[in-house]
């Protein structure tokens, strides 16, 4: 599993220190990424790649057009903060954004809620990962699906072009030998793709056995246990 990674927008140094500091406590840590104001600009970068954005909302609310660059990101947000008016103003203004108030134990309580989190994040990116395994599958089997039903018919054409092109052959010595070099090529390639689809018929005979044992064996195991118990 490839870690994850925090965004913690912090007014106070110390705000991002407790946080870390006790986030290390876990048996999961996460990366962080520490952004801090500089004068009163809140510049969240529009490269920063994360998960989850953890950000300190104090009375003066100057995080809070942090917070609007990171609501645009679409990623869960985690406010910490304290002032009643604050407190309301991100529940109106960011739907999505959950508030931990900022008294005694909130520390315990931002990790436990934020593990909790990028559980969820990471159970959303499996399973996003698994529709698009499957996805490809499906086109992979719809290919595979096409080239048997296809196969017939390419097989005709194939003989079709080997047996003119040994025909021609035969009379070679009629042939200029531009055209002849030109037939030549052509026999050779169809006799590669000829080879090519007895090799793909092959394949289907051995994933035909394959599965064939398989489903035995699954049907074996089950009379097994049907039989122990």
């Known amino acids: 599993m490839n870690q994850q990674t925090v965004l913690i927008i912090a007014e106070h140094a110390e705000f991002a220190r407790d946080v870390v500091s006790r986030w ?31 950000v300190e909302v104090s009375a003066s609310g100057r995080s ?3 917070l609007r660059t990171v609501d645009t990101a679409g990623a869960p ?54 529709e698009a395994t499957a996805q490809a599958h499906q086109r992979h ?6 080239m048997l039903d296809s196969r017939h018919g390419f097989n005709n054409a194939l003989t079709s072009v080997l047996g ?18 030109q037939v030549d090529t052509i026999h050779d390639m ?10 793909f018929s092959s394949l289907e005979t051995e994933m035909y056995f394959a599965e064939k044992n398989s489903q035995t064996e699954m049907n ?4 097994a246990f049907v039989s122990g118990s």
């Open 77 to 130: 947000m985690v406010c910490v903060a304290d002032a009643p008016g604050v407190v309301q103003t991100i529940r109106a203004d960011f739907p999505r954004a959950l508030v931990v108030r900022n008294h005694e134990g909130w520390r315990d309580s931002l990790v436990v809620l934020c593990g909790e989190i990028l559980r969820r994040v990471e159970a959303f990116s499996k399973g996003r990962r698994a």
């Open 190 to 199: 169809a006799l590669r793709l000829h080879e090519m689809m007895q090799r």
């Open 24 to 54: 290390q406590m876990e048996r999961v840590v996460p990366a962080f990424t520490v952004i801090k104001p500089a004068g009163e600009l809140w510049e969240v970068p529009s490269s920063a790649q994360f998960d989850l954005a953890v």
């Open 220 to 223: 074996g195991r089950a009379q």
């Open 164 to 181: 003119n092109a040994e025909l021609l052959l035969l009379d070679g010595e009629k042939l200029p030998p531009e055209m002849r070099e």
């Open 64 to 66: 809070l057009q942090a």
């Open 141 to 146: 089997a719809a290919l595979g699906r096409y």
